[in-house]
């Protein structure tokens, strides 16, 4: 079966250190790659998606990620975290098998806390 | 537009009691979904509709139903409600589903205890 890795469970940084959240994928196949994030009490929403193109990818507030094929990776990442950065962050895999349907895998989240 | 709503928010049952989570979305999607957060074990997706008059199996169907009453609308229905099934209920709409790069949209949630 498909899987999403999330290596974190919970990160917890200071204000204005560098952010690094690992995903990768177990599919060799053509795939979308998504970033969900749920901030404490909200529900989840877009961060930042790849399907082709430049492998850097910019996102919301600051965020971005990077697509290695050869590794099966797309990591997230943030050069200086805020306080209101703290919430879940959810890696997402939409693989296409060939058919109409791909849905979504959720990796299993990595929760971030920043102190202020 | 309200997106993706839920309700209810929250509910709290007993062991064998039935409920119907409702959801509904106004954004003229076509596809909607049905997931279970649970700690540790991220979003996993109950049911799918990819469009109206069709539903799928995902992940952990076992002990769900779901109908897709109409275009906004899609259901999840608790028959026999076992303590194992408390958790916390996410429904999603996105445009037109299936292997595509659109985002899902996803509604606030439903918070179900069964004791």
């Known amino acids: 079966a498909q899987s999403v890795s999330q290596h974190n469970h919970h990160v917890i940084l200071s204000e204005a250190a560098s952010l690094e959240l690992g995903c990768n994928y177990s599919?060799?196949?053509?795939?979308?790659l998504f970033w969900y994030v749920q901030y404490p009490g909200q529900h989840l929403q877009l961060l930042l998606k790849y399907f082709s193109g430049d492998p850097l990818v910019k996102g919301i507030k600051g965020f971005e990620a990077e697509f290695i094929k050869s590794k099966f990776s797309f990591n997230l990442r943030k050069p200086s975290v805020q306080w209101s950065d703290t919430a879940e962050y959810f890696c997402a895999v939409n693989v296409n098998y060939g058919g109409s349907q791909g849905n979504l895998i959720f990796g299993k989240g990595t929760k971030l806390s920043v102190k202020p | 537009n309200a997106g993706v709503t839920q309700t209810p928010k929250f509910q709290v049952l007993k062991t064998g009691q039935s409920m119907t989570l409702q959801c509904a979305q106004d954004?003229?999607?076509?596809?909607m979904y049905w997931y279970r957060q649970d700690p540790g074990m991220g979003l996993r997706l109950i049911y799918y509709?990819?469009?109206?008059?069709?539903?799928d199996k995902g992940e952990v169907p076992n002990g769900y139903n779901v109908s897709r009453l109409n275009k906004r609308e899609f259901s999840l229905r608790l028959e026999s409600a076992a303590p194992s099934q408390t958790s916390v209920y996410f429904c999603a709409s996105s445009p037109t589903g299936g292997w595509s790069r659109e985002t899902q949209y996803f509604g606030p949630g439903t918070r179900l205890l069964v004791l």
């Open positions: 599919y060799g196949g053509t795939v979308n």
């Open positions: 509709s990819a469009s109206e008059g069709t539903t």
């Open positions: 954004m003229n999607h076509n596809s």
